[in-house]
């Protein structure tokens, strides 16, 4: 449990007005993505839901949303994953250990963890998605009595694109979680002694009550219906699956209508929705 000690992030005079936080480790996971670990003042925490999001803002260049990767079971610092595709993200990648970026938020719909409490919980993660996914699966290792069954499928492109590879070595070897993984392709040069295909060839082969899970996914676009179309066949109901939608998310309070879906705003009523919710929107393309 967070530490009583540890006071509640709350905004300035405005919620608008990002707080200081200070970058405090950074570790490299691959050649675009990197961890960055960011301390509040004054003993502050985040106190966040899994799924939330921030916006960072680094001074002279802008800000941008991004997924909060760390469980709010952890005291003191959070952490996030920042893949280096923009302006924003090329400047936050640019800076060093001791530097200061601006804070708003936690924002957002994360996963409901009350709603979802006594299941049995399957992750499913492409690509940078498992971020978002990764503070909802350390939420639950560390409540352990409060979920049944974990299961975590993780897929990327190929092995050089793995994030958390340390984390992923003690999930593979945990007796509390079941953990498997694959790669759509494996370049020269690359070693790699797992399976090989797009994450969904490794759906058929769990075995699971459907009736008594449910599905949490966070991922690349185009991997959401082929992942729906396998949980279905394995008698997965739509109302037992949760998905994670970040992408065109801007300003963070449904302003600037980048993130719209229909009468939706995945900055608001997301980035986290129960899949009927989106299951008819052509926009979410789910």
């Not at 007005?17 to 502050?44: A, S």
């Not at 963890?113 to 399957?122: K, M, S, Y």
């Not at 949490?216 to 279905?232: D, E, S, T």
Request: overall charge negative; hydrophobic content about 35%; glycine content about 10%.
């Amino acid at each position: 449990m967070r530490s009583p000690t540890r006071k509640r992030f709350e905004h300035g005079t405005s919620e608008y007005q990002p707080i200081e936080g200070q970058i405090v480790w950074i570790d490299n996971h691959t050649d675009e993505d990197k961890l960055f670990v960011i301390d509040l003042p004054d003993g502050v925490s985040l106190d966040h839901d899994p799924g939330q999001f921030v916006q960072l803002f680094v001074p002279g260049v802008g800000e941008a949303p991004f997924s909060i990767a760390s469980s709010p079971t952890n005291e003191g610092p959070f952490e996030l994953c920042i893949r280096a595709v923009g302006n924003v993200t090329n400047a936050i990648h640019d800076m060093e250990a001791g530097d200061v970026v601006g804070i708003r938020g936690p924002y957002g719909q994360g996963f409901d963890v009350d709603a979802i409490a006594g299941e049995n919980l399957l992750c499913i993660a492409g690509g940078i998605g498992l971020a978002p996914l990764r503070s909802v699966i350390n939420y639950a290792l560390d409540r352990p009595g409060e979920f049944g069954d974990l299961t975590t499928l993780y897929g990327c492109t190929e092995p050089a694109e793995q994030l958390f590879p340390d984390e992923l070595e003690s999930w593979a070897a945990s007796d509390v979680m079941a953990y498997r993984e694959t790669v759509d392709e494996v370049p020269d040069g690359q070693a790699w002694d797992g399976p090989t295909g797009v994450i969904t060839s490794l759906i058929p082969p769990l075995d699971f009550d459907p009736e008594s899970t449910v599905a949490l996914v966070c991922g690349p676009p185009v991997m959401y219906r082929f992942v729906i179309k396998a949980l279905r066949e394995k008698g997965l109901a739509d109302d037992r699956i949760y998905l994670s939608l970040e992408r065109n998310m801007h300003c963070g309070r449904g302003l600037c209508g980048h993130c719209q879906l229909n009468e939706l705003y995945v900055c608001l009523d997301g980035p986290v929705f129960h899949y009927p919710t989106v299951r008819d929107k052509e926009e979410a393309e789910v």
